[in-house]
Nanobody
Framework: QVQLVQSGGGLVQAGGSLRLSCAAS????????MGWFRQGPGKEREFVAAISWNVISTLYADSVKGRFTISRDNAENTVYLQMNSLKPEDTADYYC???????????????????WGQGTQVTVSA
């Protein structure tokens, strides 16, 4: 059974940085693309960033491009989201996700993922 366990997050002032981690277990982590999504108060879940199984390709939402960086350590079965220059509008619950199908590139559609982390709260104060 695949498990995704998230850590990181918290409260930060605007302009600050946070790093989220997501540790995977239960299948060959390195064969699957990984993604990060978020859901703000009263909003739908939205795509943030994704990375291919082989680390070659990444994909970012326009709203975070240039500020957030997704990375993965296949030896540690962990995917990261480094968030810099945080804005109050980045406040949300953040979720990591593991792709449904192996050996695919990064995907922005939530339906391409079938395993999800427990979520972690990120709050950015003005």
């Amino acid at each position: 059974q695949v498990q995704l366990v998230q850590s990181g997050g918290g409260l930060v002032q605007a302009g600050g940085s946070l790093r989220l981690s997501c540790a995977a277990s239960g299948r060959t982590f390195s064969n699957y693309a990984m993604g990060w999504f978020r859901q703000g108060p009263g909003k739908e879940r939205e795509f943030v960033a994704a990375i291919s199984w082989n680390v070659i390709s990444t994909l970012y939402a326009d709203s975070v491009k240039g500020r957030f960086t997704i990375s993965r350590d296949n030896a540690e079965n962990t995917v990261y989201l480094q968030m810099n220059s945080l804005k109050p509008e980045d406040t949300a619950d953040y979720y990591c996700a593991a792709a449904r199908t192996a050996y695919r590139g990064p995907a922005f559609n939530p339906s391409d993922y079938n395993y999800w982390g427990q979520g972690t709260q990120v709050t950015v104060s003005a």
